[in-house]
């Protein structure tokens, strides 16, 4: 535990040292302005194995390279993939979150749930809770410590198994979530280097990731009753949190009122686009009558969004939060003002990303790469497993998916592509590794904020407490996820509507 504890403040050292996303993606673009005038002037290029084209550096610092630096600026940051789909998802989502809806429907998954089943429905919500982002830790991590002070058990335990479970689990859900938009918009951007209109949906995962948050929730609750519960047996809650009550974190009545409302709008909507989507020419359905090119799947971020709306707007009006028409545009302004660090955020990656692709440095390290790893026949499943040991490194320094995935996703997605491997399969292997470590990383804020909670119930607890009951979570989901993901491929299981696993 004491070399775990000093690699870890390694990390914490390391980490710390690092500069703020934005200014680390506008590093890594000064980076490839001068890698593209070097290698652009020593002729470094590369032969496309799909079409025999010669792809050769182009160095930013030419007369053309500075339009793209200058003049497109506007239009990078306009054209980045996940920009327009996570500003138009919020819109909705900010809406239920801001009526109380998502933060109701964590309390009630867990706060009524019978002892015997609890450890399995906290897992499970806080795997799927991360469609209610920072809301699942607010709201979770004390609920679950407090279901199960309520059932006899140690409180300590409760709070690492919900903290554990939306962190490890953050990739899984039984629900799309803004993440799923966010991924698929970048990995749609590093696609296309190599199949010019290729578009990765945010239902890309989606059968993996109900798969996986069922497994990883069967997989949290035997660490927790096979080992952890044997390692809280001997802390007693002694903190100031010890003598509250769970009846604070129940429902009322209104708030039932309003799931059961909710939901009814839900299915009456979920309805209607099902019967719309029926008859052979509805204007529903894609080319030629299809359903995976028709507009409710290529546009299903809109559709994500306006359930969200529809939902959180009935709630609000029933309990009252969101009790007129007119304060539904407000609460869609707050989810956006919420965003402006992820905005920010994407300037800077987007003038990266559009740098990397117009250099042609994306398609030649990937041309390259792949032709190194195929001639080395290396076996797709070896593959897989280098990409998760670097991601999982990476991930205990820069804990935002999006800007992990902005950073590797150009270019193992057209690298593992040229090895016929899916873009949407690398993006399922990248879910895996960029959830697994979160709740060890030092530099996770939610690893302080599940620090503090712990204290209230341990006075003593500190950095080696937490550890030592979350790291079982961590190196399991890491393996069996692994393995999970393994099993999926080897038995040919689509990972999505119309997306393959190989």
Do not use: C
Not at 42 to 51: E, N, R
């Amino acid at each position: 535990m004491g070399a775990v504890l000093r690699l870890l403040q390694l990390v914490e050292r390391v980490g710390n040292r690092l500069p703020h996303p934005f200014w680390l993606f506008t590093i890594m673009a000064g980076l490839v302005v001068v890698l593209s005038a070097v290698l652009s002037a020593l002729g470094v290029s590369a032969v496309s194995p799909v079409d025999g084209e010669t792809i050769r550096v182009r160095s930013l610092l030419s007369a053309e390279g500075v339009g793209v630096i200058v003049g497109d600026a506007v239009d990078n940051f306009a054209a980045f993939p996940p920009l327009a789909l996570i500003i138009v998802v919020m819109l909705g989502v900010s809406v239920a979150e801001r009526s109380g809806l998502l933060g109701a429907l964590l309390r009630g998954s867990v706060s009524r749930v019978p002892p015997k089943y609890l450890t399995f429905a906290l897992a499970l919500t806080g795997i799927s809770g991360s469609v209610a982002s920072d809301a699942a830790y607010v709201v979770l991590i004390p609920l679950g410590a407090l279901v199960f002070k309520a059932a006899g058990r140690s409180p300590v335990l409760g709070l690492v198994v919900a903290f554990g479970s939306i962190s490890a689990g953050y990739n899984a859900s039984l629900l799309l979530t803004p993440t799923d938009a966010i991924l698929a918009g970048l990995t749609t951007g590093a696609a296309q280097f190599i199949e010019p209109g290729r578009v990765v949906t945010p239902l890309a995962n989606y059968y993996f990731s109900i798969g996986s948050a069922l497994f990883l929730a069967v997989v949290i609750t035997l660490v927790t009753e096979f080992l952890l519960s044997r390692r809280t047996q001997g802390m007693p809650a002694d903190g100031e949190g010890a003598d509250e009550d769970l009846g604070a974190m129940r429902l009322g009545p209104d708030e039932r009122r309003g799931l059961r409302n909710a939901g009814l709008v839900l299915f009456g909507f979920l309805l209607v686009v099902v019967l719309a989507m029926l008859p052979a020419g509805s204007p529903l359905r894609g080319e030629d009558g299809g359903i995976l090119d028709s507009p409710v799947i290529t546009g299903v971020a809109y559709v994500l969004g306006l359930v969200f709306l529809l939902t959180g707007a009935v709630y609000g009006r029933t309990t009252g939060s969101i009790p007129k028409a007119r304060d539904i545009p407000p609460a869609m302004t707050g989810g956006v003002v919420d965003l402006a660090p992820v905005v920010v955020l994407f300037f800077a990656a987007s003038q990266f990303l559009a740098y990397f692709k117009w250099t042609g440095l994306g398609e030649v390290v990937a041309i390259r790469g792949a032709a190194v790893l195929g001639s080395a026949d290396v076996h797709p499943l070896v593959l897989f497993a280098g990409l998760i040991g670097v991601v999982t490194v990476i991930n205990l320094l820069i804990t935002s998916g999006s800007a992990q995935w902005a950073l590797v996703g150009p270019v193992f997605v057209p690298m593992l592509m040229l090895l016929d491997v899916a873009p949407e399969t690398t993006q399922a292997v990248f879910r895996i590794a960029d959830s697994a470590t979160n709740l060890i990383s030092p530099m996770s804020p939610y690893f302080a904020m599940a620090l503090g909670l712990l204290q209230r119930y341990r006075k003593d607890a500190g950095i080696g407490t937490l550890m030592s009951l979350t790291l079982p979570i961590a190196f399991a989901v890491l393996v069996m996820w692994s393995l999970l993901f393994a099993a999926w491929w080897a038995l040919g299981i689509p990972l999505g509507p119309g997306a393959p696993v190989r």
